[in-house]
């Protein structure tokens, strides 16, 4: 009998339980519309009046939040194409640190212009090539449109100039409160060479009550919490980090111990009791003064180190143990014992400080050239409020970053977005063919940002953006800096250079290029095969007071 062998359809090529999707009806405009969903979601949190998203996610931890990064984190996008945007977002996030919104806000719009394109009738190939010319004249005039640089990256006023927006973004009023911090924490830590500049370098500490006001910067590194011991202070310290808990070591296999009488029983705790004891009196010995542990503290470790003196200090955070070992230039050891000369750290002053009503543990160095870490103390009301600065104030951080790069800055609020689209529209009507109507679009998909900053902030965005095409229309340079006044005192513009409104030029540079090559990607697919996902049917979940009358 012969074997009977499927007819070459799409569906019997593949095993049963695949999913098909094609052609631009089934594909390309399915995909369109999912990435349209999930940059409306976040559009509305662009900009200073940005309003906040409250996010419960699989744990039910409560994220009430403005900051795109957190938002998408958060939300586990399942849809394929969604997912290519919280990619490029998260890599604008790991390379610049800022602008994660707008990838994705330019992305879902390029998206949609070119979904009318695609109903009007154009092949999804002619409006890819045309978006491929837009972004890479985008990128060429992008060059063209810095109106500021920073000159002096030790200069508080120039600094302050490039982490002013970025910051006011996330906490609109308190720019110039949180824009003094990150300046002075910036400058604390700025090498030599600026382009060594580290952002791991600054870290953030939340001190829970009194107001933001209270907030401050504190040279070295700041613990939440106090020693463990009665020793709370030590200067021109030798410091030993151990990853291991300070305490009797466990055998790894269960040991039974027969006991005969009280004799016995005394001489078993005291053998123990020596063994800790000659250890701290190593660590004593080898002049050690402070020890950090990533683990827990043995009630009689913790005697022995009282009676030597010694200062012990828990870090719980691993990350927090390998920046300390780098300030203090120590080597976390995972065995008990006293640290080799080469494994000790030292550090001037370690200190127990009371904020507020808590108390705090700070390491610092007093030699300027060895402050290698600085700490800015947050204050607040509510876990929440001093999450969402946390988030800008590691904005401002990046920002700095990115400026120790690329000192240009571009004209902020819309204006260099208007700008481009402006330079784009006339390279559209230059060029010949089919191309010039997806340019065209490309450039219109720019105004999304200026149009978004209006919306935000309540005001009429058709009346505005037509007051921004004419102003930057008009003959000369004069308007080419104009963008959205979201204040609105006059006319709802404003000259952003003037205002002292900047970009960072790397930030918005990777952000549009992110945007057009993931729309571009996202066009791109004609077909989606979704095989079966493994496992069997989902176990019924328990009926919780299923017993109760």
């Known amino acids: 009998m012969a074997l009977r062998i499927p007819k070459g359809t799409l569906p019997q090529l593949f095993k049963e339980g695949y999913k098909f999707q094609q052609g631009v009806d089934e594909a390309v405009m399915r ?8 940059a409306e979601t976040v559009r509305t949190s662009m900009g200073p009046n940005g309003r906040n998203k409250m996010i419960i996610n699989h744990l039910e931890k409560l994220f009430v939040t403005n900051d795109a990064a957190t938002i998408i984190r958060e939300l586990e996008v399942v849809h394929p194409a969604a997912k290519l ?24 719009e390029l998206l949609s212009k070119a979904e009318q394109l695609l109903r009007l009738g154009l092949h999804p190939s002619e409006v890819i090539q045309g978006y491929e010319i837009a972004r890479d004249r985008a990128l060429e005039i992008i060059e063209e449109l810095s109106v500021q640089k920073v ?38 830590v700025m090498p030599k060479n600026p382009k060594d500049f580290n952002v791991d370098s600054i870290r953030v500490v939340k001190v829970m009550g009194s107001s933001l006001y209270e907030s401050k910067v504190v040279k070295g590194m700041v613990f939440g919490r106090e020693p463990e011991g009665i020793v709370q202070n030590a200067t021109k310290a030798k410091v030993a980090v151990f990853t291991c808990p300070l305490d009797i070591q466990q055998t790894e296999t269960k040991g039974t111990v027969l006991i005969h009488n009280a004799q016995e029983m005394l001489n078993f705790s005291k053998d123990e009791e020596k063994h800790i004891e000659k250890m701290f009196q190593e660590l004593a010995d080898a002049g050690v003064k402070v020890v950090v542990t990533g683990n827990g503290i043995g009630e009689l470790a913790l005697h022995y180190l009282n009676r030597f003196n010694i200062m012990a200090v828990k870090v719980l955070s691993k990350f927090d143990v390998r920046r300390l070992c780098r300030v203090v230039g120590a080597t976390a050891l995972s065995r008990l014992g006293a640290p080799m000369p080469e494994e000790m750290g030292y550090c001037d ?36 409020h001093m999450d969402d600065i946390e988030r800008a104030i590691d904005d401002g951080v990046n920002v700095i970053k990115a400026a120790t790069r690329d000192q240009r800055l571009l004209a902020g609020a819309g204006a260099f977005e208007m700008e481009l689209n402006k330079r784009l529209q006339t390279v559209a009507s230059k060029t010949p063919g089919l191309n010039q109507h997806a340019i065209k679009r490309f450039a219109e998909a720019m105004e999304v940002v200026p149009r978004t900053l209006c919306e935000n902030a309540g005001m009429d965005a058709t009346a505005i953006l037509s007051r921004l095409y004419a102003a930057h229309y008009q ?57 079966k996902p493994a496992g069997g049917p989902k176990p019924p979940k328990s009926q919780g007071h299923w017993d109760d009358d």
Request: proline residues 1%; glycine residues 6%; negative net charge.
């Open 31 to 38: 995909n369109i519309e999912a990435t349209r969903e999930l």
């Open 85 to 108: 945007l919280v990619m490029a977002s998260q890599q604008q996030e790991s390379e610049v640190g800022d602008n994660t919104n707008a990838v994705i806000v330019l992305a879902g």
């Open 475 to 531: 003959e000369g340079d004069a308007g080419n800096n104009v963008g959205v006044d979201v204040e609105e005192n006059e006319d709802g513009t404003i000259d952003a250079s003037k205002a002292g409104i900047y970009d960072s030029f790397p930030a918005k540079q990777l952000a549009l290029k992110l945007a057009a090559d993931t729309a571009i990607t996202v066009l791109r697919v004609d077909q989606i095969i979704m095989s």
């Open 349 to 384: 002053i370690v200190e127990t400080v009371e904020i507020g009503s808590d108390r705090v543990t700070v390491f610092r160095q007093e030699e300027l050239d060895r402050s290698r870490t600085t700490t800015i103390v947050i204050r607040g009301a509510t876990q929440n």
């Open 151 to 188: 000159e002096d990256l030790k200069s508080p006023q120039e600094l302050k100039k490039v982490i002013h927006a970025a910051i006011a973004s996330k906490q609109y009023g308190h720019e110039d409160l949180l824009g003094e911090l990150v300046t002075e924490a910036a400058l604390n």
